[in-house]
């Protein structure tokens, strides 16, 4: 959505300053910012300011633009008010754990799932959503779009590799897999070999994930999968 908010008037205008509106991408608005055509206007100005995600102002001559007889001038300031990108990270253990904390500081929505109640008690973030599920029923409520980052990361081989298959076929922004590069490569013999996916698919996903710094701990490849989720994150965001 886009909040559109009057920052300046001239003469007679129906609202004055600070008078706001929300418009969604699909035209509802909440909030008036003066009815008319000069709303309808700005609708359209709301929608372009969402497609663009640019922050933009807009003057409005009421009179010679918009043929209304009040006849000032209005400033509107439109912004884009994006949903945030969602995380799933299967599995809690001690690089899920800390991938949550450093994800939470990069304003991503951390959703952590784990079939082990005494790993997803020990985070405490109330920041965090701690969903203590089995693997396959969390996957069949979870919502995926293009604004979906997920890391695997599970305790077990074929665990990973269910969430993957699943995972492989929703509409995602980024998909990766812990793992070393003998697992991935029994993995992609396996889903080829099978049918679950292509070489293409494959090829998309990030496996080993993250960025390769060399690091060993659970910090250290935590930090490693959250500057590869940043990367995608501003790749996306500038149409690279």
Same mark, same amino acid.
């Not at 910012?33 to 709303?39: D, F, R």
């Not at 396959?136 to 993957?164: C, K």
């Not at 996903?205 to 701990?217: A, C, F, H, L």
């Given at each position: 959505?886009?909040?559109?908010?009057?920052?300046?008037?001239?003469?007679?205008?129906?609202?004055?300053?600070?008078?706001?509106?929300?418009?969604?991408?699909?035209?509802?608005?909440?909030?008036?910012?003066?009815?008319?055509?000069?709303?309808?206007?700005?609708?359209?100005?709301?929608?372009?300011?969402?497609?663009?995600?640019?922050?933009?102002?807009?003057?409005?001559?009421?009179? #010679?633009?918009?043929?209304?007889?009040?006849?000032?001038?209005?400033?509107?300031?439109?912004?884009?008010?994006?949903?945030?990108?969602?995380?799933?990270?299967?599995?809690?253990?001690?690089?899920? #754990?800390?991938?949550?904390?450093?994800?939470?500081?990069?304003?991503?929505?951390?959703?952590?799932?784990?079939?082990?109640?005494?790993?997803?008690?020990?985070?405490?973030?109330?920041?965090?959503?701690?969903?203590?599920?089995?693997?396959?029923?969390?996957?069949?409520?979870?919502?995926?779009?293009?604004?979906?980052?997920?890391?695997?990361?599970?305790?077990? #081989?074929?665990?990973?590799?269910?969430?993957?298959?699943?995972?492989?076929?929703?509409? #995602?922004?980024?998909?990766?897999?812990?793992?070393?590069?003998?697992?991935?490569?029994?993995?992609?013999?396996?889903?080829?070999?099978?049918?679950?996916?292509?070489?293409?698919?494959?090829?998309?996903?990030?496996?080993?994930?993250?960025?390769?710094?060399?690091?060993?701990?659970?910090?250290?490849?935590?930090?490693?999968?959250?500057?590869?989720?940043?990367?995608?994150?501003?790749?996306?965001?500038?149409?690279?």
């Amino acid at each position: 959505m886009a909040l559109c908010v009057i920052v300046n008037t001239k003469g007679s205008t129906p609202r004055k300053v600070g008078a706001k509106m929300l418009v969604t991408e699909n035209r509802k608005i909440y909030g008036t910012i003066g009815g008319g055509a000069l709303e309808k206007k700005v609708i359209e100005n709301a929608l372009l300011v969402i497609d663009k995600n640019e922050p933009q102002l807009f003057r409005h001559d009421l009179l #010679h633009q918009h043929n209304m007889c009040c006849g000032g001038t209005i400033d509107i300031y439109i912004e884009p008010v994006m949903k945030k990108n969602k995380l799933y990270i299967f599995g809690a253990g001690h690089t899920g #754990h800390a991938l949550a904390g450093y994800a939470i500081d990069m304003d991503f929505e951390v959703f952590v799932i784990d079939d082990r109640k005494e790993y997803i008690d020990q985070i405490t973030s109330e920041n965090v959503n701690k969903m203590n599920l089995g693997f396959e029923q969390a996957l069949s409520v979870l919502p995926f779009d293009e604004q979906t980052y997920i890391a695997i990361l599970t305790y077990d #081989h074929s665990i990973d590799r269910t969430i993957l298959g699943f995972c492989l076929k929703q509409k #995602h922004a980024y998909l990766g897999m812990i793992g070393s590069q003998r697992k991935i490569e029994v993995t992609k013999k396996m889903f080829r070999e099978g049918g679950v996916a292509t070489e293409e698919e494959l090829n998309a996903v990030d496996m080993p994930m993250g960025i390769d710094i060399k690091g060993e701990s659970p910090n250290e490849i935590a930090i490693s999968i959250i500057a590869k989720l940043i990367e995608i994150k501003h790749t996306k965001l500038n149409g690279k």
